[in-house]
């Protein structure tokens, strides 16, 4: 990760100024004395997203690239991730949340039991039905200031415990 394969090669001399880049990306610049076990999972999080922008890849893979983060890192990690994609990346990210993926995604593929039971854009992906089918929970779609926004819906069972928290 981060600029070992760039090693013995010209481009290692550009190594500094990439991984300074990617520290300021990413908000790891004041962890960088810190050793990584000592880092919360957020930072962590943080920090591995900053290796793989120094990567500097034509294809990034990215699982779960949000999990552990607060919602100003969510959205700074995947804000970098579309960058990265209108700069020509190709950019695949596993995202669970599906109100953040479509916010996000250009395209959308929907994967249950190893197959695959939809590809195309957000609003024609996500859909109340397909949700409920994959997820086994209805859901709703609903559209907010030109974005969509998937939320599960409370059953009798789960409106009880949500009277309870």
Same mark, same amino acid.
């Not at 908000?27 to 004041?30: K, P």
């Given at each position: 990760m981060g600029r070992s394969p760039w090693a013995r090669l010209p481009e290692e001399d550009l190594d500094d100024l990439i991984i300074a880049e990617s520290m300021e990306h990413t908000? %790891?610049? +004041?962890l960088a004395d810190r050793s990584f076990p000592t880092l919360s999972g957020g930072e962590k999080a /943080?920090?591995?997203?900053? /290796?793989?922008?120094?990567q500097q890849t034509n294809l990034v893979l990215l699982d779960e690239p949000t999990a552990a983060l607060d919602i100003r890192h969510s959205e700074q990690v995947l804000s970098q991730a579309r960058r990265l994609a209108r700069a020509g990346h190709a950019v695949v990210a596993v995202l669970h949340?599906? +109100? %953040?993926a479509a916010a996000h995604a250009d395209r959308i593929c929907v994967l249950a039991d190893g197959r695959l039971m939809a590809d195309g854009t957000p609003a024609d992906v996500l859909t109340p039905s397909l949700s409920a089918d994959v997820y086994h929970?209805? %859901?709703d779609v609903i559209s907010h200031d030109g974005r969509l926004v998937v939320l599960p819906r409370l059953t009798p069972l789960n409106q009880e415990a949500s009277c309870a928290l």
């Open positions: 908000d %790891v610049i +004041t /943080r920090t591995s997203f900053a /290796r793989v922008l120094a949340d599906l +109100t %953040v929970h209805p %859901v």
